[in-house]
């Protein structure tokens, strides 16, 4: 199996407070080893006093509107700021526009806080894996989560047998242990025998409760995709997410498909 492409990890936005820099660094370290791109800003002229520069903030709140993923930092320094605290209200309010906010606490540390950031970086990660003649919607898709802020690695099928036996369970362990992993389903995946055992054997070692990360993405009716599974009540695929992205607009459809991602509970 070839090597997964790698989209260069999320932009996540770190709201904090300067005075509380050090404890940030360690959480700007963390998000760094997880693959992603912290953007931190320290403001010198923020630094002693509190800013009523307007122009100041426009740009701040230009820059924080443009990202999609976002960590709070926590702390009594950041609520006895009023420029801070502008900002974190900012960010906040943005959860309803569909932005992932996690907020941690400062004062309980790192050791404390870590699985907000692994849940962080687990939500704007995501492993889309398609065929040769798919390539055109995949490309597509791709594009649009980029755009999205999602950190995107990928592969498709121009691989061995073998390449394939020996990595596509650990492939999809890795990736349901770090993200999110999006199946594009067609016909012709049924009518690949070899396919279809290797991904549901691979998925029937999986732990149930970590099937949630899995999204079977369905390129044709779904309604004739249930009908092409042996005794598809009980197969272990239709026990899985299904999106069907078959019908109606394709922004439409994608719409819908990232508001599931950023929402849907995860690990």
């Known amino acids: 199996m070839n090597t997964p492409n790698n989209g260069s990890g999320a932009w996540i936005f770190v709201s904090h407070s300067n005075k509380d820099i050090e404890k940030v660094r360690e959480i700007r370290n963390e998000l760094e080893s997880l693959g992603h791109n912290p953007v931190l800003f320290y403001l010198k002229c923020m630094e002693d006093t509190e800013s009523d520069d307007e122009l100041l903030w426009k740009l701040i709140e230009r820059e924080i509107r443009a990202r999609e993923w976002f960590l709070i ?89 073998s390449d394939w036996i020996n990595s596509i369970a650990m492939t999809l362990e890795y990736f349901i242990q770090n993200g999110y992993v999006l199946l594009l389903i067609n016909r012709a995946f049924f ?33 004739e995709i249930m009908e092409l599974l042996p005794n598809h009540e009980e197969h272990v695929l239709s026990k899985l997410q299904w999106f069907d992205l078959s019908s109606g607009h394709f922004k439409e459809g994608m719409s819908e498909l990232v508001r599931i991602l950023r929402t849907a509970e995860i690990e």
């Open 73 to 161: 930092c926590d702390s009594p320094d950041a609520q006895s700021s009023k420029s801070v605290m502008r900002e974190m209200n900012l960010v906040k309010s943005m959860e309803k526009e569909g932005k992932v906010v996690e907020t941690i606490n400062l004062e309980r540390g790192l050791q404390f806080e870590q699985y907000k950031l692994t849940r962080l970086s687990k939500r704007a990660t995501i492993f889309l894996s398609y065929s040769n003649q798919d390539i055109e919607i995949a490309h597509q898709i791709i594009d649009y989560l980029s755009h999205e802020g999602f950190s995107i690695y990928y592969n498709h099928d121009n691989h061995t047998k």
């Open 191 to 223: 009518e690949n025998p070899f396919c279809l055992k290797e991904i549901v054997d691979s998925i029937g070692t999986i732990q149930k409760s970590q099937r949630q990360s899995i999204l079977l993405v369905s390129l044709v009716d779904l309604n």
